[in-house]
């Protein structure tokens, strides 16, 4: 499985932006997709997740009511609506995706993409 995350950029606080990944390859299995982040000299943390069959979804604290994750199953691609940034969103923003689990702990996720930048100034 191969994961292409884009939509990145540059963006003052308080606008949007929205990331997309498409995931190619054996998708056929996909359990849920999601989204982790990392800010410089911070660790990894969870973002959101959507669950393929039904669409459930979970956020976390830090983003909720202002990110919303959702899916085309057709198009094997999430994406992200990031709204009302603030600077603590800058990081580089990592699709993932599980063929097994729905979850935030990012060790149930077995597919990575490379990442894609999103960078908030004040």
């Known amino acids: 499985v191969q994961l292409q995350a884009s939509g990145g950029g540059l963006v003052q606080a308080g606008g949007s932006l929205r990331l997309s990944c498409t995931a190619s390859?054996?998708?056929?299995?996909?359990?849920?997709m999601g989204w982790f982040r990392q800010a410089p000299g911070k660790e990894r943390e969870f973002v959101t997740v959507?669950?393929?069959?039904?669409?459930?979804?979970y956020y976390a604290d830090s983003v909720k009511g202002r990110f919303t994750i959702s899916r085309d199953n057709y198009k094997n691609t999430i994406y992200l609506q990031m709204n009302n940034l603030k600077p603590e969103d800058t990081a580089v923003y990592y699709c993932?995706?599980?063929?097994?689990?729905?979850?935030?702990?990012?060790?149930?996720?077995?597919?990575w993409g490379r990442g894609t930048l999103v960078t908030v100034s004040s």
């Open positions: 993932v995706m599980s063929a097994s689990s729905y979850s935030a702990r990012a060790s149930a996720y077995e597919y």
């Open positions: 390859g054996r998708t056929f299995s996909t359990a849920a």
């Open positions: 959507v669950r393929w069959s039904g669409g459930s979804t």
